[in-house]
């Protein structure tokens, strides 16, 4: 099979008829020389560093050959589903930490084709002498700068060092304000850009919102109110932050999600899943959400704490407004803030209401199954099980995913109670399925 018969087959696999024009630029650049690929988050960079890594793969090579380096587990899961979905045939392995080493070790006892990982958890399996990288032709580094940025140098510099047969390196980033170390081996790379300038991005449209008092909470609701139920993404400097405003908008009635780095992989996982299928159209994070989350594209981003810097700015704001959408960024300044000075153009303001409207509530419900990946439960199987079983129509199932342990749908809001009386004494391929929503 040609190389362009082989991404053919992988595009049919994942229902994609076109690329787009970064993605084919990758592939037509080839795999013969290393390559330096730079583009927003959210514009397909995996499946433009995936689709050339296949055609490098062989079935005889039993060993690992290719290594992918992710700065966060969501991404790295991310990593691994889009690859799963491409339908190749390789084993592929990832890795990261929040959850038991033990399983990763008894999979990696049969070396898969592609391993991913997060940087400590790789070093740890490299310490731990439960992986060889000795067969390793192509390493690849997504977000490179943000791995940079959360301090995994040390980490990465050693990893690297045990690749003794590479042929080619990728580096991906959404910004180039990063040098790349000699450590990485890039030599005379194949560089590609796709940055927008986000501090001048047309179809940004970005307001100030002055909040009367140092404390935001109730301006950031009255803002929230005017979004009409669309997605919105807000901003916080601190973790305690988070939760704060988590806290007090769930009091308020309003469907939210918070997230940030000090919560447990399944938490993350949840909140992640419920943003994505729409029954929590409020996500609250810091900055760890501006980059390497598979995310969809937002409406609103919201700096309920201003940025630290100008990039963090730009990140951010990259979570709406991108691939030819619209999209509207709210600065909200209390009584001693002011307007950065790396805010291009004066953001207009955007004046609240008096009195605060009632926030539109989601159609949609996450219900939960207890049973994932690990039960050989597939995404196919949860879909006729609420179909066949719990009487829902096409439209009433909105985005399913499924987990290692667990498995998320979306369903219309007004069918929840009569799904779950349906299903509550059913099974699932002859296992019973306990359920929450």
Same mark, same amino acid.
């Given at each position: 099979m040609t190389e362009n018969e082989l991404i053919s087959r992988a595009l049919k696999q994942v229902g994609i008829e076109e690329l787009n024009e970064m993605q084919r630029a990758v592939i037509e650049a080839g795999t013969a020389k290393d390559m330096v690929l730079l583009s927003p988050t959210g514009s397909g960079k995996t499946l433009a560093f995936l689709l050339p890594l296949l055609t490098t793969l062989t079935p005889e090579d039993k060993k690992i050959q290719a290594l992918i380096i992710a700065p966060s587990r969501e991404l790295a899961l991310q990593i691994e589903t889009v690859f799963r979905l491409l339908g190749s045939g390789y084993k592929v392995t990832c890795c990261y930490g929040g959850h038991p080493?033990?399983?990763? /070790? /008894?999979?990696?006892?049969?070396p898969p084709a592609v391993l991913i990982g997060t940087p400590g958890r790789l070093l740890d399996h490299l310490e731990r002498h439960t992986i060889d990288l000795d067969h390793v032709r192509t390493p690849i580094l997504d977000e !490179? =700068? /943000?791995? &940079?940025?959360? $301090? !995994?140098?040390?980490e990465m510099k050693e990893i690297l060092s045990h690749l003794p047969a590479v042929r080619r390196r990728v580096l991906t980033?959404? +910004?180039?304000?990063v040098d790349i170390p000699p450590f990485t081996g890039i030599t005379q790379p194949v560089? &590609?850009? !796709?940055?927008? =300038?986000?501090?001048?991005? /047309?179809?940004? +449209?970005?307001?100030?919102?002055?909040s009367p008092v140092k404390d935001k909470l109730e301006t950031l609701y009255a803002l929230l109110g005017e979004l009409w139920g669309e997605s919105a993404l807000v901003f916080c400097n601190l973790r305690e932050a988070v939760e704060r405003v988590s806290h007090y908008l769930t009091e308020r009635g309003v469907d939210n999600e918070a997230f940030h780095g000090g919560m447990e992989q399944p938490e993350r996982e949840w909140a992640l899943s419920k943003f994505r299928n729409g029954s929590a159209t409020v996500f609250?994070?810091? =900055?760890?959400?501006?980059? $390497?989350? =598979?995310?969809?594209?937002?409406?609103?981003?919201?700096?309920?704490?201003?940025?630290?810097n100008e990039e963090a700015y730009v990140h951010r704001n990259g979570r709406t407004a991108r691939m030819h959408a619209e999209g509207t960024a709210f600065l909200i300044l209390n009584e001693i803030e002011e307007v950065p000075e790396y805010v291009v153009r004066e953001p207009e303001e955007f004046y609240l209401p008096e009195q605060p409207k009632k926030l539109v509530v989601s159609e949609w419900v996450t219900l939960t199954l207890n049973r994932g990946k690990r039960d050989k439960v597939s995404k196919k199987d949860v879909v006729g099980f609420l179909f066949q079983k719990g009487g829902l129509e096409k439209d009433e199932l909105g985005v399913v995913e499924v987990k290692e342990s667990c498995s998320y749908a979306a369903v219309k809001r007004n069918r929840l109670p009569e799904v779950v009386a349906r299903i509550r004494d059913e099974k699932m391929k002859n296992m019973r399925v306990r359920i929450s929503g």
């Open positions: 080493i033990r399983t990763e /070790k /008894k999979s990696l006892e049969h !490179f =700068d /943000k791995s &940079l940025e959360l $301090g !995994f140098t040390a980033s959404a +910004t180039d304000a560089r &590609l850009s !796709f940055l927008t =300038d986000n501090r001048t991005n /047309k179809a940004l +449209t970005v307001y100030k919102v002055q609250i994070s810091t =900055d760890l959400a501006s980059r $390497g989350l =598979d995310i969809p594209e937002v409406q609103h981003v919201i700096h309920y704490h201003l940025p630290v």
